[in-house]
């Protein structure tokens, strides 16, 4: 870390910054150009290092990181790429994994006829619904503990483990009985009760970028699961809000050759939550997979003009099956399959 | 609600439309103009009016909103402005009510020392956090039920209520017992499960609007915490993420006459989290309040340098002081006190 | 174009507004609904239909447009997908067309031992900048003719045509003069001189969206050109502006798909300026070939460490050979070549 | 300029990236921590210094600024503040001057009108578009040279100076005849030959802060003008482009204490565009001058429902006189007068 001190700052405010990192237990780098002194903090300590412990101290202008904020998460710590177990396969690995469903567990027979649906066309998982964020009050808010059994009951037919949302601390161990993958969801992303309770669970994670989230902060995010000893998370690209309304969110492409640099976690992309049309959806998943992601997230309902959530976004069995041939054809290109 | 129809659609799509229409009881009222055919949903239903409910509809271009979906938030609703008690007076009448204190709560002898000195100059209530959100597991997360305890016994010494923030429903119980007003921060403006917990505790709420939300979207979240009956909800501007760096998020100005044409809440400012930099804290807070906001959330440490947590943007109790006096005099400009 | 008035809106409100509806040439079309007024512009005029025209006057809540404002750029007005020549094919056709070069053209030698480099790499297409438009008034501002000649050096040995900026109206016939394709900046997408000029020159243009541009400026900056009977436009996406800083911009992957639904002419992506970085710049190419794109434009430098600007983002020729190999596996993955 | 090396770099890229810096005038100060090398960029060379100039080198991780990209425009280079002469006052100093006039200049009678009506409510300049930037081809795009005779007339009547909007290079010299302010608008921020004419004109100059535009952005695009000798430049925040659709753009309040910080040169804010809608334009007044702008520029149109552009954020003569009262209170509440 940098501390870059204000120009012509007294010789005072440099030594008492020198106290303060060598109480922190660094070691202290002096530099003092024509412009401004600059104070390097560098060595080992227990004690977290952080912008803010300095960048307070009178007369200092600003503080830059050397190294990311992140640990668990980066390459320096675990050097090698983590891979997920995900239905007798691995998520980072090889095969490009994709997990589909409706938004909204809506009731047992569509839960299971979607299940049987999207797993012959080459479905590595399930994903639904039980409890559901939305934005409004008066909006179906899902058929909580119900929709959690029918899924199991859609896992024990068709074999596929199930990928649903968390949205709250209290609800891991409820979530965590029926769900092979616990979801959180982009506004909960910063929700640090919830990312504590997925870390102690234990069980493998699925953390969606928050609208207005960094890749720093996503991984700072996971670093709260990472930290309880839970090395099973999966980051998902999801879409940013922007300016841009042509789009439901922006998919931000980039940040799936970013994160690959940046953690040994792996990556996959939801294009329907990105897009919110389901036109879009599968150029968007091509898209994802020939920039190197490791999965999809898909919606898939049977009847998208009867759901009772982003109906808009949906694919129909049909299209879907349709995606996931095209979709292969764009993993192979790249050697890998789908 | 207006449905645009696509160039060309079939008739039946629009009768499809209109039968959907008709079984969520609405009325419908047809207009072919020679580009597109219109089709408006009309009247009153116990069915909630949502885009989604037709967006996916065949041969469906658009859906516009012709009123807003927040309604218990709405003048429609409730013609008359929301004022909020506090401290024996109003917030939301005439005069600008001051939050102050530090962000976290470090010891009990700091929370004390800076409410005797908050008071002094001014402020109506105490802020402090003892339950901390940070983006980093390795920082400082606060003393937790200790800082309440410390925050109850200032109040005691100073009559100042308590405001500080409640991460997670199932703290709710527990924050309500100490706490006048519960904070619901940026980060967790959409979790739904603490807004509902809020809102059945019957306490006041201050809700921050998240760092990507729009002023729609904190309104829906109002709304959660008001259909529970709990109509004590003051919102909080505190700076969205944009682009630019030089602050550390970008304080919306025009938020605050957009949401009192809006809405009949009261509506405070924070310029402590929009700016970053204590330096910029008074011009911003003076701003506010010039621009209407009906109150301040600050923070002051009695010393920033040696702060847990947000030390850069804290100002000195001194420095405070000096804010009170010019914001009075700026208030008073404006027929307004502080 | 639908007026939405005000709650409880005067008879006089609405007669008024009618009468300026029909002095504009239009026919109204009126709902009066329980809890809105809406009042339906219908018809056809030459007067422009813009929203400004109602929406100040008095008690019009809003204006909700039901077409798109752009005309020319759009399917309604021109059924079939634009093909725009480009060195013996067709941009937009079957074939995925690469723009190679250069971010600044730096000497004679470097021009034309680049162009044919990227020429043997499968290039249609050369780009260099030759002006060059600099954050910085201290960056290497380009060698402004000089470069254009030494570009038409390039072209005449290897048949490559040229794609080159121009950044001012002015400027227009001399780069016409050399170019075969006249790049417009993001930066001045909506330098609205310069597109007159550009769309006059009947030349090809290539238009790159701004930094803050929603898709429908990006169609009413194209509008400009084609105003003009210049029908030969390519837009481009180049990444947008957004809190992320891990890429220089945000590859914004769902334009595309966007662009192709709102518009007939042919899209391409520019990876390098998206990411910023030279390793994110194969998986963007190949996720926005997957994803549709028409064309890529690429910076390639011989020396990327010695660039004189974007070096940063600038792929070797070696790297550059590998990018083509495999986003031509990519192309052929979804039916179409590179 | 500090250059942070990859883990576990080469003592080559060590070697060679030394070489580079001094090549280019530098000293080097190398910093050998347990986690990165980094190397120090110091001393005095006219090689300009970019992040560029290093970020390519092999085995660089990044490159992080120390000091301003930007020079004249900063406190290092002029201490002192500009203050900027306009109708015989000084824009900078005490007085909170305000700009006043319709988007357009629609007609002679008009701007005369007009004019008269806003400094008898106390302007102290006219503004008025004679060239307009329009994102539609199809919008009034301004009477030419006859608007700007017609403000010509206008000035002649009522003494006050002109500030009108220059779209492009080769017009300077013809608005330069009329003008005494040259403005160069948001969208134009980055127009750079635009920005080299104005800086050449030796005119006052106002610049407005693009719609992306970081602040340092906008001090870079300030240097270009004031590369040439040209000093009176007049900084002015409009509101930026986010994601918030209640107002036209964001109006960014902590811009205003930011730019006094980082620049010597006086900042004005522009309430109209930022908001997009004359209810809100003044209580951003009130807020922008609280916080300490040095002037404004507002929209005033005769019959707002009538203006060819801009209708629904002008502000009839009577509100801008009521405006200006408030503003007058608010600007002597903190020391000032308007």
């Known amino acids: 870390m940098i501390v870059v001190m204000q120009k012509g700052c007294s010789a005072e405010a440099i030594y008492n910054l020198m106290e303060r990192i060598k109480g922190d237990g660094y070691d202290v780098h002096l530099s003092e150009g024509e412009e401004r002194t600059i104070v390097g903090v560098v060595g080992h300590s227990p004690t977290p290092l952080k912008e803010e412990n300095y960048s307070s ?4 202008e600003k503080v830059l990181r050397v190294t990311a904020p ?4 980066s390459y320096d710590f675990h050097p090698n790429d983590t891979l997920v177990p995900l239905n007798g396969t691995l998520l980072g690995g090889e095969k490009v994994l994709v997990v589909a469903g409706p938004c909204s567990v809506e009731s047992r027979e569509q839960i299971i006829e979607t299940a049987h649906a999207v797993k012959e ?16 009050p008066y909006s179906f808010q899902g058929h909580g503990e119900d929709g959690l059994k029918w899924m199991a009951e859609a896992r024990e037919q068709t074999g596929l483990p199930i990928v649903t949302e968390v949205m709250s601390s209290e609800l891991v161990p409820l979530v965590a009985e029926y769900a092979d993958v616990l979801q959180v969801g982009a506004r909960n992303m910063q929700n640090f009760h919830l990312l504590n309770a997925c870390g102690e669970s234990q069980q493998t994670v699925l953390l969606k970028r928050g609208m207005s989230s960094k890749l720093e902060d996503l991984l700072m995010a996971a670093e709260y699961v990472l930290s309880h000893g839970n090395s099973r998370v999966i980051l998902c690209e999801r879409g940013i809000r922007t ?6 969110n922006t998919f931000d492409l980039g940040a799936i050759p970013a994160l690959q640099q940046m953690t040994h976690l792996p990556v996959v992309a939801d294009p329907s939550h990105a897009t919110g049309k389901w036109e879009y959806v599968e150029p968007v998943a091509r898209g994802a997979v020939a920039a190197g992601a490791d999965g999809l997230l898909l919606e898939v309902h049977l009847q998208p003009d009867k759901a009772l959530s982003d109906g ?3 694919l129909t069995p049909k299209r879907f099956r349709q995606l996931m041939e095209n979709v292969r054809q764009v993993a192979q290109a790249i050697g890998r399959d789908a």
């Open 57 to 60: 101290m009178p007369e200092v």
């Open 70 to 73: 992140y640990k668990l998460a």
């Open 121 to 136: 066309a080459g479905a590595t998982a399930l994903r639904g619904g039980a409890f559901k964020p939305r934005t409004s």
């Open 243 to 248: 300016f841009e309304t042509a789009t439901r």
């Open 312 to 314: 808009r976004q949906s």
